[in-house]
């Protein structure tokens, strides 16, 4: 792969932008279909172009002037905004309480710094192939929650193009969700809370939601490899002190391994020899109900709570599940642990099991969300298909088919996509002259590692096309127009 140099991004972005970039796709994606007249007209677009220069409230007629707009300023990066009430380019011309953001997709940034404090290979910017399996994980638990439990179809996973992922979640109705409802959403998905000087951030109680537990499904199919052979958690008192004794750093927990001094063996990675043996558990699952529509916002805000999610408030205390995601069903007794694994302590007194050992998993590989990038209607978010400045990076959907093999230092960059460009030219040389330049565009991305990428977008924007046509039949059969 050619090595990036930042230095010349100046001379590739043209490039990129007038053979690569896929405009077509893109404008499909955010017409959506002209669901509402002027749709695409009232988004907000953002452009950072050289020497960190910020423009935002930039808005265009049609995709096809947004196209040569991108080729004209080459932005270092695109952001992508709200859909506003009125034009985002004539926002000065309006009275100020009249511009407000109307709708968006309901977004996720998660960002691999907010694990610094349970990584040991790396930390802020930098990334590796250990730590990665953290936004895996991440993309695993979140988008199994957004179909199964919430009942939304459309979501697309792109990778930032350094350090972490974004979700867009596209449904027509969770696209009007009000700023409270998005704060709900983001409350559910929440299991780790607390700040720098918080040492244990995961509490659980009885009963357990069956949220926690298909996480913490999840979690145990990576936690051997990821926390006890990639990260060494145990290859040291020190690292054992500093990461894995919030399990039990409180007193609150009831079983007597909890306040026992945990000793190291003689090999680390042997996680069946540890006193807390996390991997050895046969961890129950509970009955998963059929995922349904998209909740309207009143039925998912009384589902939710609008300020504390199913899982309890930071005292740890968990609720039971009441109806969400359009009919969940409540937790099923907890079955008994499978025979070779330790079984689980209660407190004499108060009857509750302890839970250390998912505490430790879920505090080590639980995705950490940025709420206010949730939350905020006109909260602006990286585009698909923007350029790391940094990195050179592509920001490419993610294959949720082929997740355990996506790495992030094999995504094409802009370097290697201009050098893939120059080496097809001596076959185009010889290609028929008359060929037009759009089809000359449509068949340049197809000579690069973007073909897959783009191919996945397409998909995507397919699949949301088909369903939109799919509702308009049945509510014209709803209404007898034949």
Same mark, same amino acid.
């Given at each position: ?5 930042? #230095?010349?991004?100046?001379?590739? $972005? ?44 930039? +808005?265009?007629? +049609? ?59 790396? &930390?802020?910017?930098?990334?590796? &192939? ?15 929650? @957004? ?12 990778? &930032? ?16 969700? +009000?700023?409270?409802?998005? #704060?709900?959403?983001? %409350? ?47 290859? +040291? ?6 990461? /894995? ?5 409180? =007193? ?13 063996? /003689? ?29 309207? %916002? ?5 589902? @939710? ?17 009441? =109806? ?53 209607? =006109?909260?602006? @978010?990286?585009?698909?298909? &923007? ?15 082929? $997740? ?30 008359? %060929? ?12 690069? /590692? ?28 709803? %209404?007898?127009?034949?």
């Amino acid at each position: 792969m050619a090595r990036f140099e930042p #230095a010349a991004l100046p001379d590739l $972005l043209p490039v990129f932008y007038r053979r690569l970039f896929p405009h077509g796709a893109y404008g499909r994606w955010l017409g959506y279909g002209g669901v509402v007249k002027n749709y695409f007209q009232l988004r907000e677009f953002s452009f950072t172009l050289r020497d960190d220069v910020y423009v935002r409230f930039q +808005s265009f007629g +049609s995709p096809q002037e947004l196209e040569r707009e991108l080729q004209k300023t080459n932005p270092y990066k695109i952001d992508i905004g709200a859909v506003y009430s009125h034009r985002p380019n004539q926002h000065n011309t309006v009275h100020m309480g009249a511009f407000q953001p109307q709708e968006k997709e309901l977004v996720f940034d998660i960002d691999m710094t907010d694990y610094d404090d349970v990584r040991t290979c790396c &930390s802020s910017a930098d990334i590796c &192939s250990k730590c990665w399996t953290l936004m895996t994980i991440a993309v695993r638990i979140i988008d199994r929650a @957004l179909v199964e439990d919430l009942g939304m179809k459309h979501r697309l996973w792109v990778y &930032s193009g350094r350090r972490g992922v974004h979700c867009w979640v596209c449904d027509d109705a969770v696209r009007k969700w +009000s700023p409270a409802l998005r #704060a709900a959403a983001v %409350e559910y998905l929440t299991l780790v809370k607390g700040g720098a000087e918080t040492v244990k951030k995961v509490n659980l109680s009885e009963p357990i939601h069956p949220f926690i537990r298909r996480s913490v499904d999840v979690v145990e199919k990576y936690f051997e490899t990821y926390a006890l052979v990639g990260q060494d958690i145990l290859g +040291s008192p020190e690292n054992w002190d500093k990461r /894995s004794r919030p399990a039990c750093s409180t =007193g609150r927990c009831p079983c007597p391994r909890s306040r026992m001094s945990f000793k190291v063996p /003689s090999s680390p990675r042997n996680a069946t020899a540890l006193p807390l043996s996390v991997t050895a558990l046969t961890l129950p699952t509970a009955p998963r109900g059929p995922a349904g529509r998209v909740p309207q %916002e009143a039925e998912l805000g009384a589902a @939710l709570g609008a300020a504390e999610g199913p899982h309890g408030a930071d005292t740890g205390e968990c609720e039971p599940s009441k =109806g969400q995601g359009g009919g969940a069903p409540a937790p099923a007794p907890r079955p008994p642990p499978h025979a070779c694994a330790p079984q689980r302590t209660t407190a004499a007194a108060k009857g509750t099991a302890c839970y250390a050992d998912w505490e430790v998993m879920l505090q080590f590989c639980f995705p950490r969300l940025d709420i206010n990038v949730s939350k905020g209607v =006109g909260h602006l @978010l990286k585009s698909p298909f &923007s350029v790391h400045p940094k990195t050179g990076r592509i920001s490419v959907p993610l294959d949720l088919q082929k $997740l355990d093999q996506f790495d992030p230092f094999a995504v094409p960059t802009i370097s290697s996509l201009c050098h893939e460009l120059d080496a097809a030219g001596a076959d185009e040389e010889q290609e028929d002259g008359a %060929e037009t330049e759009p089809k000359r565009r449509a068949r340049d991305y197809k000579r690069t /590692s973007l073909a897959p990428y783009v191919r996945l977008f397409e998909h995507f924007v397919e699949d949301m096309e088909r369903a939109r046509r799919g509702e308009k039949l049945r509510r014209s059969d709803l %209404e007898g127009d034949f």
